[in-house]
């Protein structure tokens, strides 16, 4: 008898591409101290603008509260307290979405749930991620051994691959807004993954993190979709539309009518979470259900609108360049094509302009010649950078 590790773990690549471009950024700074301050970075996924007040007001009387004996809070519901599954309830009614409020669980965040639910899946069920991908969800399946497939996100399919009989899989995971391509599915183009995830006895698995950032008639939750309830999982974060990257609470959405191989996928996330998890502090869910407040709502407004200004200031340089991009409109992020490899372009933004953005071949083989920017910045440095990139770009 001996102790064995789960092999898996050996056949994870490593985290490369954010340790890569600290190594190249620390490099650079240490041969250029002289500009190193002139410095922009324009490849954080994080949020940059602080919470909302009306959040932290809530968390502060929270905290209040279980200092006294009549309102202290122990061990909650692991799957959330009514007040928050409530207000999300509200807000899935605004897009017609009918949710009961078993259906809804909060979590500290979407990228626990996105691996969480892999436990109740069969390691034998193919997997389907777009290229380019968040990691996250090939990392978690390769922990688990699942065979990966890719459907290839270019600039012929607008970067949104729509379903193709090379592509049936057991998981599916689409990610709308996109990160890190920004771009966004449509409801037509989404019923046609339902569709096809019906026929197929497929589970979709939603990734709708950016959903705050949709406007106009576009698709904030996949169960705008007729027939999702049978086949998806939805999960969504208050990380960027709050700023709760650091706070830490997302919620997902299981439905009751999701049933394969006669067990309920809805009783089983239960049972899970019940067992493994103990729930969202109460401070802080007091502070996510205080986003969906009338103040809460106008203050995330003018945050959104902040980034998606920044977006503007980065999409108007490409436009005038001529430059193709995706993203920026329903997105904090620009997914621009570059004219060299996407490491080169690294290098080159590093030395010239002195910006760091994320190289796309990061996020998958058809990310080769594309660069992620980010709209998490200031106005002044998006302007700033944008001008050097642009004079660069020029020459
Ligand atoms: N899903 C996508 C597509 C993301 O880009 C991120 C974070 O960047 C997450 C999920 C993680 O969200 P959370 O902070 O709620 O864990």
Sequence with gaps: M?????????????SYLFAEIARRVAAWQERNPEVSDQLIRMGIGDVTRPLPKSVVEAMKKACDEMGTPEHFHGYGPEQGYDFLKGAIQ???ARFDVTLNLDEIFISDGAKSDLGNILDLFDKDNTVLVTDPVYPVYVDTNVMDGRKILYAEATEENDFLPMPEEKYKADIIYLCSPNNPTGAVYNR????????FALENQSIILFDSAYECFVTEDLPHSIFEIEGAKKCAIEFCSFSKKAGFTGTRC????VPEDLVFDDASINKFWLRRQTTKFNGVSYVVQRGAEAVFTEQGEKEIEENIAYYKENAKIITDVLDELGIYYTGGKHSPYVWMKCPENSW??????LEKCYVV?????????????FFRLTAFNTHENTREAMARIREYLSK
């Design 90 to 92: 509200k807000y899935y």
């Design 2 to 14: 001996a102790f064995h590790v789960e092999k898996n773990y050996k056949n994870l690549a490593e």
């Design 250 to 253: 997302g919620y997902t959405v």
């Design 188 to 195: 037509e183009q989404l019923k046609k993954w339902v569709d």
């Design 344 to 349: 080169k372009f690294f290098d080159n933004l």
């Design 357 to 369: 953005g994320t190289p796309g071949q990061g996020f998958g083989k058809s990310g080769e010649y």
